[in-house]
């Protein structure tokens, strides 16, 4: 198999990451938003293992195991609370939630 | 000992006030009075006992002192001092804290014992300030001062009070952190210059510094003490302080607070900073003058009784301004006696004020007029007090004015001219307290009732000892003399 | 133990009445008697001095006695102290004696007034405080008397606080002469402080002393404290400057026009000028500045006199005219004339103003002398008395007191070496002037036709006082005669002990002869006039004020010259508009504005906190960049 250079792969990471940055400033949608951020997370975690790669080290990989065992956590926790959110405001579009402010 | 027993007497009395009064209203003002009275009878006591006589050139020397270590790793101690000029500050404010809680008597306050913990603290924080001799001690009785006076203002007094007692806060709270600051900074160049850290005041006189450092560390207290004064530009929480506060609570404020800023800057600015005093001298001329004369316009333009005694208040303290920093002998005398006087003569107002009040629930002078037909008791001793207030000969004000201005003729003629001409204002709006309330048109259909023996007794005092001082004023010079002596050499002679 | 060791009786025995009446009030009666008697035996122990003093004067300068140390700072130590010496005791007696004849007056005048006791209170208080003026042996002590009068003034001239339609009025006219007055009050204080910088002391007899050697003569500090010396002096007897308070002063009850505002406090400043006279010598600027306002203010208020119609106000412009001739008097180095005019000024003014409070009474206090007349037949014994003192005002030669004090100072005015041809025209136009207005009075009020029917006789005790004070106005004068008629100087002879005689300039001889006769024709001229134009042919007057400018000059004249115009537009509406238009003081709109700031911050802030988790989110990732970008490249 031919090495992927370690540039290309934190590019790769770094644009997923972006594109799920801005998926979540810019997502109404609560769900979408949830989708940005496992984005986020994913690139996050594959940047560690690109990394573990170059170095030849098992710690990226295990760090991704973790990083996917939270995001699941995670996930299941955001899914959750979206399902009490669209119980009480019958929307899942985020603009609705603004009690918190002054 | 005695300056502990005293202040242990009045915080004491004002937690059983506190306690007693949840029982028993009309036990807590006995419980406060009985403080007080008997704290006010040590002190003259302990004066009759003592004459000053002793001649001060060096370090001072103190009628009565305590002094133990507090927090010595920091150079904190907890030293109380009295001279003449703290014993007849001390005096004046258990003498007017008595009278006060007398005027109070049907005041009626919700929770009285409560009322009554924060009027003794009060009391006791003023002492303090007039015991204190070391600087932090002084800051903290600095903030117990502060800290009862609000709850005063916000729990008890007329409708503006939040605005009233914020403003107070803010106003005071703020100086007293620079006044910090200017402590702080002392101690340090203190420490650094002597290798001693200590916040004691005997120690700390004659630190050595540069002028420039001098003059901002003056400037620090001096923010502190000009506030409270109050002196113009900095007297904006005094109308509305002064008039939402409550019966008691606007004497103890008018009279006593504000002679704490001139004590301040008597005992602490002068002595610790003479040559920073003394390059300031124009400019504390000058702040004063102002004071007078803008005090005195404010005054007039008022249709409010007790904002235009407020600002009478205001134009009166300029004359201390004015005095202290002429830097005379016979000024700093007069401005002893302007304490005393001005303290007693308004309190005599503003209790007059609240009087009327009682009597006709509103402060506005439209609607008031032609009392004297129905209150000639009252009417007599606003005479006196008006009176009082424009500096007649024979009432100590005008002892005090006429020494303060003759001092500072000898400073600096136009100045003097100038806070002269407050003299011919303070007729201005001094009259308007006496003719729009008793004279000139009735206010229709206002019944009102005369002196009671009570309210009486309590003019009578204050307006005895106005005009006792005007004719006898010189068991207080004798009192303060070795004192002020000592304050005027240490700011006359010429420091390296 | 001479008599002199119970002068401080003199202002103590008034004293105690005050303080009895102010605290206790009284029934009337009660009232009468404590307002009456103390000043009564003053004014005995007065006279009883006077006799000592003139058979065996004390050693010395004049008798001292010190009652306590006022205070003692340094080397000041004023003290409360009295002085006696010819000067005190011609006031003295002035202020016991016709004091006295007026209390006693009061006792009927104030009889059916509310207040009565009040009233007996605050005359007593101003006895007091003008004795202690005159018996002060320290500057501080006469301040204190000087204050003294000034706040008895005010009580008294606000007196009647009550009428529905004079209560605004007359709280006006108190709080305008007390303003007044603490004005020249204030110039006083000025000049004690400068005298206390340049003596160490404000002891009188110290200074006077002293100055000599201090001062050099013409200096600036004595010019300096001269001028505050004058200042206050002006504004206590109602000269040029400070003259607006007295026509208003007027408000007050007769028997106070006739103490406080005829006989004594305002002759308070010529008081003070007589006992500094060592000061003005050396400031000879200043003594000429006197002389100058002397015979501007008697002509002023002279002239104003012609066109009153409160017969009050007649007698309160002459009372600042006469003054005037006591300040021309003294500015011209006459001090035992100007004293002597004010003696006998004190009598025939005293008697005037009495007299007039009765007239009114009678009139149901009508105060305009054209709607009264014809009196002189029901009211007798007012009329004569009246006629008497009106003829000492206008100085009808011989029989009358007035000719034998007003005419040496005309002389003076003329011969003194501090004197000029100017002054003493001004003094001889206005004493033509005087005895014109004087006529009218007395012609319009008491001649003619009666307009009001009078109810009112009145009783002995107003009697008695205007029959002493009617003699006293013819024959007083007969204690200093010119030097045509024997030179028989009796009165100045005393006052020369202590005050030193007018230094004559060359005149002619017999000149003084011949301005006795032009003064002595003048004043009959005035009655002739007066009697052309006021009883004869009084509809001359009456077209001369429908033209247009005698219109304008009478209402000019009337408005003594238009000063409390003048200081109206110049100081009284600047202070009140100033006063007005900061009324919420500028000073706090900085802090309010900190404050509003403040809250402007906060809401502005506070718009961040919108509960949008988006933007949160953005704000989160944009704070991370910013830290990142500042870690990465600083």
Redesign the interface.
Known sequence: MSAVPLHMGLLLAGILFLLG?VG??TRRNVLFMLMSIEIMVNAAGLAFVVGASRWMQADGQVMFLFILAMAAAEVSVGLALIVQMHRQHKSVD??V?????? | MILVCILILLMAGGFLSWIVGRWRAVAAKWVALVAVVAAFVILVVFWGMHSPTADLTTAGVWLAAYHIKWIPQLGIGFHLGMDGLSLIMGVLTLFLGAVSILGDWRAGYTHPGFYYFNFLWLLAGILGVFFALDLILLYFFWEVMLVPMYFILIGWGHENKRYAGT?FFLFTQLSGLLMLIAILGLYFIHGRNTGTYTFDYEALLGTSLSAKTGFWLMCGFLVAFVVKLPI??F??WL?DAYTQSPNSGTVILAALMSKTGAYGILRFVLPLFPEAARSFGFWGMLLGVVGILYGA??A???SDLKRLIAFSSLSHMGFIMVGIFSFQ??AY?GVVMQMVAHALSIAGLFLLSEAIYARTHTFDLDKMG?F??QM?RMG?MT?VLV?ASVG???LAN??AE??V??GA??THVIL??LA??G??AS??YS?VIL?KV????AATGVRVRDFSPRELLVSGLIVAAIVWLG?F??PV?RAT?PAITHIVSTVNTPEK | MTVYHLIWLIPTLPLAAFLIL?VFGGSRKVAALLGTVPVGLSALLVIWTAVTYLSVPPAGHGFSEVLW??????N?SPA?ALYLDPLSLVFLFVITFVGFFILLYSTEFMAKEEGFS?FFAYMNLFVFSMLVLVLAKDM?LL??G???VG?SSF?LI?FW??DAQD??Q??YA??KA??VT??G??AL??G???L??DFGTLDIPHILQAAPGTWQPGSSRAVWATILLLGGAVGKSAQLPLQTWLPDAMAGPSPVSALIHAATMVTAGVYLLARTHVLFSLAPVVQLIVAIIGAATLVIAAFSALAQKDIKRVLAYSTMSQIGYMFLALGVGAWSAAVFHFMIHAFFKALLFLGAGAVILAMDHEHNMFKMGGLRKKMPLVFWTFLFGAGALAALPLVTAGFFSKDPILWFAMASVKGSFWLWLAAFVAALATSVYTFRMVFVTFFGRQQKEVHYRPGIRIRIPLVVLGVLSLIAGWIQMPASFGHFTPFSDFMETLLPPAVMAGVPAGLEGWLEIATAVIALLGVYLAWQFYVKTPVAVYRFKQTTVGARIYRFLAAGWGFDTLYRVLIVQP?VW???V??R?F??R??EGVGMLNLWLGRLF?RA??????GY??GI?LGAVIVMTLILFL
Request: with cysteine; glycine share 6%; net charge positive.
């Open positions: 940055l979540v400033l985020i603009n939630l603004e009690r918190l402010r002054d | 403003k113009v530009p007297h904006s109308p316009k404010m007039y333009a008022q002998a016979l005398q032609r004297w037909e000639p007599g005479v009176m007649l000969p024979g005008f002892i006429f020494l201005l003759a003729w000898q003097c001219v002269s001409v003299l011919i007729v201005i009259l003719q008793f004279h000139e048109r004719f004023p010189q010079f003399q | 102010a140390t006022w205070f003692t700072i340094g000041f409360i009040r501080l301040y204190l000087w204050e003294g706040l009580l606000g606080y009550k209560a605004g007359n709280a108190a709080r007390f303003l603490r004005i009050d204030t204080i000025l004690l402080f400068l206390l910088q202070v100033l006063a007005r900061d009324k003081d000073t706090d900085i802090y506070g906190q919108n509960g949008r988790l988006r989110a953005f990732v």
